[in-house]
T-cell receptor, first 111, second 112 residues
Framework: DGGITQSPKYLFRKEGQNVTLSCEQN?????MYWYRQDPGQGLRLIYY???????QKGDIAEGYSVSREKKESFPLTVTSAQKNPTAFYLC??????????FGPGTRLTVL | GEDVEQSLFLSVREGDSSVINCTYT??????LYWYKQEPGAGLQLLTY?????DMKQDQRLTVLLNKKDKHLSLRIADTQTGDSAIYFC????????????FGSGTRLQVQP
C-alpha cells in the first residue's frame, strides 16, 4: 500500500523538551512539506523540501527544525524555542509541482 | 501577496446542493485545489482545476473558476451526511515557493 504515515498519532511534551515527529512516504515523491493547523484555522507552512539534503523555511519556521537525509523521510523537531507548540501537525508529499497528498496528522499537546 | 479567504460555516439539508466559495488574491496562481478534512484526520484531495479552465466536473462535484474576480467555488450535488467535514481551498503558483497557500476552511454541516 502506498501512502504517507505519521507517528505518533498523539504526542505529549513537557515544557522545555524537544520532540520529533516522524513522516514517511513510499510514493517516491521528491517534495515533502510540514504544516501546522490550529483550531478554526487553515494550514500554515513550517518547512518544505523539494529534494534530498535540501529544505526551505516556510511561513512559521521559528522554533522548528527538519532534516531530509532520505527521500522517503522528513522528520520535524519541535524545539523548546517554539513557545506555543500545541497544535495538529500535518505532513504532505508530492511530485514537484503536482498535487499534495497528506498524512493522517500528529496532535501535539504541551503539558 | 498571497491570501485565500473562505466563509467559516455552511449548513444544508441532506439532498440539497452545497456551494462553498473561496476568493484568492494572487493572479499568478496556476492550480487551485479543494481538500476535505474529517475530524481528527488529514486532508483528502477532492479535486483541482488549472487556471486556464472555467469549470471542472467530477461526479457530484463541480468546480467553477472566475479568474477575473479571483473566485473559486465547489458545488456538491445531492449532499449527504457523509459530506459533513471542513473543506479547504488552496492555491499554488508556478513561481517562487511552489507550496500551497490554504484558506481557513469552511465547515459544512449536513442536516438529515
Amino acid at each position: 500500500d502506498g501512502g504517507i504515515t505519521q507517528s505518533p498519532k498523539y504526542l505529549f511534551r513537557k515544557e522545555g523538551q524537544n520532540v520529533t515527529l516522524s513522516c514517511e512516504q513510499n510514493l517516491n515523491h521528491d517534495a515533502m512539506y510540514w504544516y501546522r493547523q490550529d483550531p478554526g484555522q487553515g494550514l500554515r507552512l513550517i518547512y518544505y523540501s523539494q529534494i534530498v539534503n535540501d529544505f526551505q523555511k516556510g511561513d512559521i519556521a521559528e522554533g522548528y527544525s527538519v532534516s531530509r537525509e532520505k527521500k522517503e523521510s522528513f522528520p520535524l523537531t519541535v524545539t523548546s524555542a517554539q513557545k506555543n507548540p500545541t497544535a495538529f501537525y500535518l505532513c504532505a508529499s508530492s511530485i514537484v509541482d503536482n498535487e499534495q497528498f497528506f498524512g493522517p496528522g500528529t496532535r501535539l499537546t504541551v503539558l | 501577496g498571497e491570501d485565500v479567504e473562505q466563509s467559516l460555516f455552511l449548513s444544508v439539508r441532506e439532498g440539497d446542493s452545497s456551494v462553498i466559495n473561496c476568493t484568492y488574491t494572487d493572479s499568478s496562481s496556476t492550480y487551485l485545489y479543494w481538500y476535505k478534512q474529517e475530524p481528527g484526520a488529514g486532508l483528502q484531495l477532492l479535486t483541482y482545476i488549472f487556471s486556464n479552465m472555467d469549470m471542472k466536473q467530477d461526479q457530484r462535484l463541480t468546480v467553477l473558476l472566475n479568474k477575473k474576480d479571483k473566485h473559486l467555488s465547489l458545488r456538491i450535488a445531492d449532499t449527504q451526511t457523509g459530506d459533513s467535514a471542513i473543506y479547504f481551498c488552496a492555491e499554488r503558483m508556478d513561481t517562487g515557493r511552489r507550496a500551497l497557500t490554504f484558506g481557513s476552511g469552511t465547515r459544512l454541516q449536513v442536516q438529515p
